[in-house]
Every structure is written in C-alpha cells, then in structure tokens.
C-alpha cells in the first residue's frame, strides 16, 4: 500500500489490471485506473491530487493521472521496467529504479522531460525510498539497503547488508506528511471515499455501496 496522507486511505495495486483506494476497512475499495501492464508501482502526490505508476508491458513507461482516476496521460516513455516510484515533495520530482537499465533517475513533476540519473553501478535495484538529501534503496544480487546523495549519487554507503529479495522500502516521518487538499477538511464533504484531482473534490463509494446524493 502506498499512504495517501490527506485523503480516506492508502493507493494500492488492485490486482495485475487495476489501481485502487482503500477506505478504513481493507474490504472496501474503489477503483481509480484500469487496463494496467504488470508491475505497476505506485506513488501519491496527494497535495497536487495526482498519481504516477509504472507499466511493465512491451514498450514500458511511467503514467500519471489524477486521484480521481482522470487525465491519464504517459508521463516518461523512455524507461526500461521501473520499480520504486518516490514522490521528493520538497525538490518536486519524481525517482525511480529501472531494473533494466540498472539505474536510478530522477524527473521533474513540472517537466518530466527534465531527467537526471543520479546512480548507475548496480547489480539489481529494486525498491526505493526517500528521507532529507538521501535516497534509499534495495539491491536484490548484493543483498544491501544502501543510500546515497538524491541530488548527484555522491556519499553512497550500506546501510544493511544480508538482506534477501526486499520488495519496497518506505521512510515513515511528519517530514513527508505535509501538505493539504480538500479532502482534508471534513473528508471534503464525503461519508466515504473522497478523491481531489488537483481542482476539485469528488466523493465515491467501495466497493458493494451505493452513491447516494452526491456522497
């Protein structure tokens, strides 16, 4: 599950076909985007209302859309298999893994055609995190959680070694709660699900409810 600090719940991969909010409850679910590719990572920008993941099919590629499911656009095209999608909220980026290309990269949430990639010696990189000025990271071959500049790659250390197969790697910290949308006062006004694409709010029901009068 990947946290949505603001709204009714975490963004989850609802199977291999389709992303998904929880509510409170796990059995309760709406679907936000379907017609998914394998993988498909997820990270939340919950203060801009958007959503970006990876699909794994025969041309891959990072997409983004609104928490609402709409607007979905390709947002990087030329990327192998990505992994580790991380929202850097401060610097306005996004990072990633590519278990192809062995690498991690950055682009910017503004301009995603502004890429830099920061580190580019590994043996298997997978899961990806982010805290102050450094990115965390897990490596399947050397068996490491290792960390190391987010700006430039430099000071790279290992942080853990003897460590098998770890899928993801999350930093929980206030740091990287901040923020505010409309779903934040109130569940914007919802009894259920509340769901903000970036201008305005709308309410949902989970799965096996009924929408009812707007909310």
Not at 46 to 56: D, F, K, Q, V
Not at 85 to 99: A, Q, S
Request: charged share 20%.
């Amino acid at each position: 599950p990947v946290p949505d600090t603001i709204s009714s719940g975490p963004w989850i991969l609802s199977g291999p076909f389709g992303i998904g909010l929880t509510a409170t409850a796990p059995s309760r679910a709406a679907r936000g985007c379907d017609s998914l590719v394998g993988g498909s990572p997820v990270a939340v920008n919950p203060a801009a209302g958007e959503i970006y993941w990876s699909s794994w099919g025969d041309d891959p590629l990072i997409e983004k859309a609104a928490l609402d499911g709409t607007g979905r656009v390709p947002f990087v095209r030329d990327v192998g298999r990505t992994s580790g999608l991380t929202v850097d909220f401060k610097d306005g980026r996004l990072y990633w893994t590519d278990i192809d290309r062995l690498t991690i990269t950055y682009a910017s949430l503004a301009n995603p055609s502004l890429q830099k990639t920061i580190l580019s010696s590994f043996l298997q990189p997978y899961g990806l995190s982010l805290y102050g000025a450094n990115v965390y990271w897990t490596d399947w071959e050397s068996k490491t959680i290792e960390r190391a500049n987010k700006h430039n790659g430099s000071d790279r250390v290992i942080v853990q070694s003897n460590v098998d197969n770890v899928m993801d790697i999350l930093v929980y910290h206030k740091s990287l709660q901040d923020g505010w949308n409309q779903c934040g006062v109130d569940n914007g006004g919802c009894t259920d699900l509340c769901l903000f694409s970036g201008g305005q709010t709308r309410c949902a029901c989970a799965s096996h409810y009924k929408f009812v009068a707007g909310r």
